[in-house]
């Protein structure tokens, strides 16, 4: 530990991956993930039997917990889930992980590197990608960019859609309570945009990224495109509803810059 967070709480932090019939990809994926040395909080969100199977044996190590969702309700239900769960299990943080083993495991120490107990930095993933990356998808991405920089008046979300997120276990779960932000994809933008409106601190963390040839994605193009336009829609009215103080903060922090 360095000498700067000598003084501070330790941080307990543990890995929390949701996991929907990804029976072929789990078991790398936690491999990968021990690499930490922290516990693995596995959510299941209403698997099929062959990935309950996998993740029941998974469950069996010491280092692993298990909490089984009885019907699917979606990667944002699964992972306020998985944030309950680990708060009350006494962790500080969670690093949630997605259970499809696209992100390197090399780059994940980072998200725990400096990290004590009060912590209340959001550390989130942006994707490096390799050539593997469909072309629709990553020019796709910058559509969700535009958006949550106009709803934030700010460029400092690099990417909300990447995977792998640290929460401070304590503040998110607060804040998930008061504003719910969304069961569904849309979790993944929502919540980073109001940390930020919050005022909260957040840190972009650089991930490799890779999509392998047989790799299974549960986005339902209708149903998910529906509520992720939704949630846009909400919070850029929500933006233009608290656009005074979100001036008065980026002229607050012009002026900290100039100092």
Known sequence: MSSEHADKPTARPCVLIPVYNHAAAIGDTCVGARRLGVPLLLIDDGSDAE???VLDELAMADDVSLVRLAANRGKGAAVKTGLREAARLG????LQVDA???HEPDDFPAFLEGLHAGDERLRIGYP???ASVPRLRFYSRYATHVLVWLSTLSFELRDTMCGVKLYPLATVNRLVTRHGCG???QFDTELPVRWLWAGL????????VYYPRNGISHFALWRDNLLLAAMHARLLCIMLWRLPTLLARL???KRNMHK
């Open 91 to 94: 962790f500080t943080h969670a």
């Open 183 to 185: 069961n569904r994809m």
């Open 128 to 130: 490096r990608f390799d």
């Open 51 to 53: 990935c309950a199977a």
């Open 100 to 102: 499809d083993g696209q």
């Open 201 to 208: 601190p957040i840190i972009n963390l650089p991930v490799r």
């Open 251 to 253: 002229a607050k922090a």
